[in-house]
């Protein structure tokens, strides 16, 4: 079975065929009822003005929360984005104990309930609710998210959850094989030496994994000279450092492609193309916009799921900092893209000489192939970085003072007291986490 419109603008490029442009940019353009080169980003705009006018009055009606936040602020306010531009910011503070007022549809109408832990360090959790119809968007967008790293006929392992109805392994799964692709879910990677088997002995030509867990499973195979290849890894669910990508070009002679996605999207919101020049937008189903850039254009980035039914948010802002772009992508797309994701607000730590992020970190301590995991902890002007080392590996006193000096190199590291650990992994198994923080000290 063929994928509508994917046919069209095959090329190959270093043995895989792929889509000329942005396979987002056909999905764009079926929804817009329109060839991909008639799309634009004016034709676009005009359509997420029109989709955003029905989500105010759809907020007005059906949510308590939005009925009050809105209550100054009418559909007919909204004639340019500019006007949005103006229009009140919702986070997660907002839903922590009251995700109900945000429910816009029948308890009975709900079909999953995902819970989540918050960015902070405070345990809290918040619980977002989709219809049926959110996860078929979803869903339906998969095939063209997955056509840009894979092609008919391949396998795709997922290496995050997957097993239970309305999870990522199961909606990608539910995307992508009526189009010929063969979906196995094995979950996230807690195992270095069990995950090594099963890609071993599944063989897939698709990964799609977390980014430290695929960077320490890459370390682990080379350290045991476990010899492994693939075509395509999917990096998603945390931040994505380029040291991290390398890692696994490098020893896994692969393609690499960053998924910048999140509960609140209902899992997919945007992917990079085979150029890497940036993230191609969800765009038929939600706006993205940065909230007060700075002088390069970095902000925090929010989100606007103007066709989601059970739980809509508006100018949501996500907790993540980066960058919007509306220059022409290499690929040859000319809609509006995510070109910068710096990370989390919550992953960085603010000092006199600037901002250092666990991305910033992730950089140097990943060009290691020696190291496995690592912690980061930080506070009153220190750092602790631990690195995590297998039985076979050492990190002599030359290599620290190497990792260290580029870390002191960030000009956030001025005058701040750095000081690094080295500890051996005695099995296989790495820490259970959900995402990769910068913890207090």
Same mark, same amino acid.
């Given at each position: ?80 984005? /500019? #006007?949005?531009? @103006?229009?009140? +910011? ?6 922590? =104990? *009251?995700?109900? $007022? ?5 308890? /009975? #109408?709900?079909? @999953?309930?995902? +819970? ?6 405070? =345990? *809290?959790?918040? $619980? ?314």
């Amino acid at each position: 079975m063929k994928v509508p419109g994917l046919s069209a603008n095959i090329r190959t490029v270093e043995g895989l065929q792929t889509i000329s442009g942005s396979p987002v940019d056909i999905w764009v353009a079926e929804g817009l009822q329109t060839a991909p080169e008639y799309v634009t980003p004016e034709l676009l705009q005009t359509y997420q003005l029109k989709e955003i006018r029905k989500l105010l009055s759809y907020l007005k009606k059906n949510s308590s929360y939005y009925k009050e936040k809105l209550m100054n602020c009418y559909p007919e306010d909204l004639r340019t984005i /500019s #006007d949005f531009c @103006r229009f009140p +910011t919702t986070d997660e503070k907002d839903l922590i =104990g *009251q995700e109900w $007022r945000f429910q816009c549809v029948a308890s /009975s #109408d709900i079909r @999953r309930i995902v +819970t989540v832990p918050t960015t902070g360090t405070t =345990g *809290q959790q918040k $619980r977002i609710r989709f219809t049926e119809d959110d996860l078929n968007r979803a869903i339906a967008f998969a095939p063209f998210g997955f056509r840009t790293m894979s092609e008919p006929g391949d396998s795709v392992a997922v290496m995050m959850s997957g097993e239970s109805d309305g999870s990522i392994g199961e909606n990608i799964r539910q995307g992508i094989e009526p189009f010929g692709m063969r979906t196995s879910v094995y979950g996230p990677v807690s195992d270095l030496a069990d995950a090594a088997g099963f890609l071993c002995r599944e063989k897939p030509d698709v990964i799609v994994g977390i980014p430290y867990q695929m960077a320490a499973l890459a370390g682990y195979m080379k350290i045991h000279r476990i010899e492994y290849s693939v075509k395509s890894v999917l990096l998603s669910a945390d931040d994505v450092s380029e040291a991290v990508c390398r890692r696994l070009r490098r020893q896994w002679n692969c393609r690499t492609f960053r998924h910048y996605g999140m509960t609140e999207l209902c899992m997919f919101g945007a992917v990079e193309c085979q150029e890497h020049d940036g993230y191609h937008i969800r765009a038929l189903d939600q706006y993205f916009e940065v909230i007060n850039p700075d002088q390069e254009g970095c902000g925090e980035i929010a989100v606007t799921t103007f066709r989601h039914q059970g739980m809509p948010l508006l100018r949501y802002r996500t907790g993540d900092i980066g960058k919007i772009t509306a220059q022409k992508c290499r690929c040859g797309s000319v809609l509006p893209r995510i070109s910068v994701i710096r990370g989390r607000k919550s992953n960085r730590v603010i000092f006199p000489g600037g901002e250092l992020f666990l991305q910033d970190v992730q950089e140097v301590v990943y060009q290691d192939d020696r190291i496995i995991d690592f912690d980061c902890l930080a506070g009153n002007r220190q750092i602790l970085i631990v690195f995590y080392v297998l039985p076979e590996e050492r990190i002599d006193d030359k290599g620290v003072a190497i990792l260290r000096k580029k870390l002191s190199d960030y000009p956030a590291m001025k005058d701040i007291v750095l000081k690094i650990k080295v500890r051996i992994m005695q099995k296989s198994e790495l820490k259970q986490r959900n995402k990769k923080r910068i913890e207090k000290l």
